[in-house]
């Protein structure tokens, strides 16, 4: 299955892509689905209100996840390209759902940054609570995959060694537009898939999340030794090569770009670089 969560007459629902339409699934999000138990059934067999594909408004794939756990330094060449070695431990920070944006929202461009970076993902999303999860009940606790761009103010990443500052401003972080099912993708829970990113129709990233040096299964085993995870969280599993701080010259967002992250078989973000207009 592919399911999203629209923006519609004022409000949210999520819902599942059948062809050419969304079909409403009765409750608010998808985050609100993932947390009914027999969320799969449902999503399977709702037979409700058909809103176009074409011109749908989507919101983010989950819009108030209860944490948003995000995996640094995760593709060899990514490593490589920005100096590091490779880690025995997967690197983790966090991000606020208040930076989270929809698929086709513009993203904001702070005043204060001069280094705005981009980073694609594959984010795996939880359905099941789980803490301290190993093997199988790791493995069924992902109820699918999206696509996030981690836009980054790279100056406030690295003003210390904690990258939190930099990975969680205000309305910059695109993720969507569909969750789908591990069933529909090669690998399943391992997924090996073309991941892109695009900058005004030029190629910036690409290689293939088989490429992960942390897969998601391990990640879910990680993070959840830590903190429980809760249905609807979102793990983003870490960006490949090709980002702009480690080009050179260094290249970054000025504002007014096209941002395109797609990942083969999920989807694609499209989104606009827009100044943040003062308050």
């Given at each position: 299955?592919?399911?999203?969560?629209?923006?519609?007459?004022?409000?949210?629902r999520?819902?599942?892509l059948?062809?050419?339409?969304?079909?409403?699934?009765?409750?608010?999000?998808?985050?609100?689905?993932?947390?009914?138990?027999?969320?799969?059934?449902?999503?399977?067999?709702?037979?409700?209100?058909?809103?176009?594909?074409?011109?749908?408004?989507?919101?983010?794939?989950?819009?108030?996840?209860?944490?948003?756990?995000?995996?640094?330094?995760?593709?060899?060449?990514?490593?490589?390209?920005?100096?590091?070695d490779?880690?025995?431990?997967p690197?983790?920070?966090?991000?606020?759902?208040?930076?989270?944006?929809?698929?086709?929202?513009?993203?904001?461009?702070?005043?204060?940054?001069?280094?705005?970076?981009?980073?694609?993902?594959?984010?795996?999303?939880?359905?099941?609570p789980?803490?301290?999860?190993?093997?199988?009940?790791?493995?069924?606790?992902i109820?699918?995959?999206?696509?996030?761009?981690?836009i980054?103010?790279?100056?406030?990443?690295?003003?210390?060694?904690?990258?939190?500052?930099?990975?969680?401003?205000?309305?910059?972080?695109?993720?969507?537009?569909?969750?789908?099912?591990?069933?529909?993708l090669?690998?399943?829970?391992?997924?090996?898939?073309?991941?892109?990113?695009?900058?005004?129709?030029?190629?910036?990233q690409?290689?293939?999340?088989?490429?992960?040096?942390?897969?998601?299964?391990?990640?879910?085993e990680?993070?959840?030794?830590?903190?429980?995870?809760?249905?609807?969280?979102?793990?983003?599993?870490?960006?490949?090569?090709?980002?702009?701080?480690?080009?050179?010259?260094?290249?970054?967002?000025?504002?007014?770009?096209?941002?395109?992250?797609?990942?083969?078989?999920?989807?694609?973000?499209?989104?606009?670089?827009?100044?943040?207009?003062?308050?």
């Amino acid at each position: 299955m592919k399911l999203a969560t629209l923006r519609t007459g004022g409000t949210t629902r999520a819902v599942r892509l059948d062809g050419d339409v969304l079909t409403d699934l009765g409750v608010p999000d998808v985050g609100a689905l993932l947390a009914e138990e027999g969320w799969a059934e449902r999503a399977a067999t709702a037979t409700g209100t058909a809103h176009p594909v074409g011109g749908a408004d989507f919101a983010p794939l989950v819009p108030a996840p209860s944490k948003v756990v995000c995996v640094g330094l995760n593709y060899r060449n990514h490593i490589q390209e920005m100096g590091r070695d490779l880690p025995e431990h997967p690197t983790l920070f966090a991000k606020f759902a208040d930076s989270l944006i929809g698929a086709g929202d513009d993203i904001v461009r702070p005043d204060e940054t001069a280094k705005f970076d981009w980073e694609v993902e594959l984010a795996l999303v939880v359905g099941a609570p789980v803490r301290r999860a190993r093997g199988a009940e790791a493995e069924a606790a992902i109820a699918g995959f999206t696509v996030l761009n981690d836009i980054t103010c790279r100056d406030w990443q690295f003003r210390t060694r904690e990258w939190l500052q930099g990975k969680s401003w205000d309305s910059t972080t695109p993720v969507g537009p569909y969750l789908v099912t591990p069933d529909e993708l090669p690998g399943g829970v391992r997924p090996a898939l073309e991941v892109r990113l695009l900058v005004d129709g030029e190629v910036m990233q690409s290689d293939s999340t088989g490429d992960l040096l942390f897969d998601p299964v391990a990640l879910v085993e990680y993070v959840s030794t830590v903190v429980r995870l809760n249905p609807g969280d979102l793990i983003a599993t870490g960006t490949p090569g090709g980002v702009g701080h480690a080009r050179r010259p260094e290249r970054y967002l000025l504002g007014g770009e096209k941002v395109v992250a797609e990942i083969e078989g999920i989807g694609r973000l499209e989104n606009r670089v827009v100044e943040e207009k003062s308050a």
